[in-house]
């Protein structure tokens, strides 16, 4: 997939940008922050427009967004069992809703590009939830900025060692996402813990 998918760069350029971009935020294995590390070296090879593929980056990740919070939205049911379908995806839109209702904003921002695997399932639960469309909008814009910035510019700035950065930051996102996950749950259990003595 990825092989295939970065073949076509250098011909369809922003294209492929675009609809990575936009396919990912809806869930689908695409590797789109390679393809951004990938486009940005052969921007910085003078085979494409780096600010075309800023844009087209960032419009289909921020399409994407919105497809997602507007189908959350609009069929929260549907949305729930796309969700739960299998057990890792079920884990992973359980612990993407404890992280919004904890920290609501803050939670779509970092989703974008910090932990990135819990991004579509927050879309459709910021839906679901029916949090106002205009700050949901807002924040998915900041981060999505930033996760678009980072991965061009790495590619652009670093393309001699795009194959190296793509695998160091794909093991930290992966950190990264596991410890917010725990911290969050482990918040919630002292939480229990501490009401349950309080009754006694």
Not at 15 to 26: E, G, R
Not at 153 to 178: H, K
Request: with cysteine.
């Amino acid at each position: 997939m990825s092989e295939s998918a970065l073949a076509l760069i250098p011909t369809y350029g922003v294209w492929v940008v675009f609809i990575a971009t936009f396919l990912s935020c809806l869930a689908l294995p695409i590797p789109s922050s390679l393809i951004m590390l990938a486009s940005g070296a052969f921007a910085a090879s003078g085979e494409l427009s780096i600010s075309g593929i800023l844009i087209a980056a960032l419009v289909g990740a921020v399409f994407g967004d919105q497809v997602g919070y507007v189908f959350g939205k609009a069929a929260k049911t549907p949305a729930t069992h796309f969700a739960m379908r299998t057990p890792k995806r079920a884990q992973i839109f359980s612990n993407a809703e404890i992280f919004l209702l904890k920290r609501g904003h803050w939670a779509i921002f970092f989703s974008r590009w910090l932990i990135s695997p819990l991004g579509p399932y927050i879309n459709l639960l910021a839906g679901s939830l029916s949090m106002p469309w205009l700050w949901f909008l807002i924040w998915d814009i900041l981060g999505e900025l930033v996760w678009v910035t980072l991965y061009t510019g790495l590619g652009y700035l670093f393309s001699a060692y795009v194959q190296t950065i793509a695998d160091m930051s794909s093991s930290l996102i992966g950190l990264l996402t596991a410890l917010t996950v725990a911290a969050v749950v482990a918040r919630r259990i002292l939480r229990a813990i501490k009401q349950e003595r309080q009754k006694i």
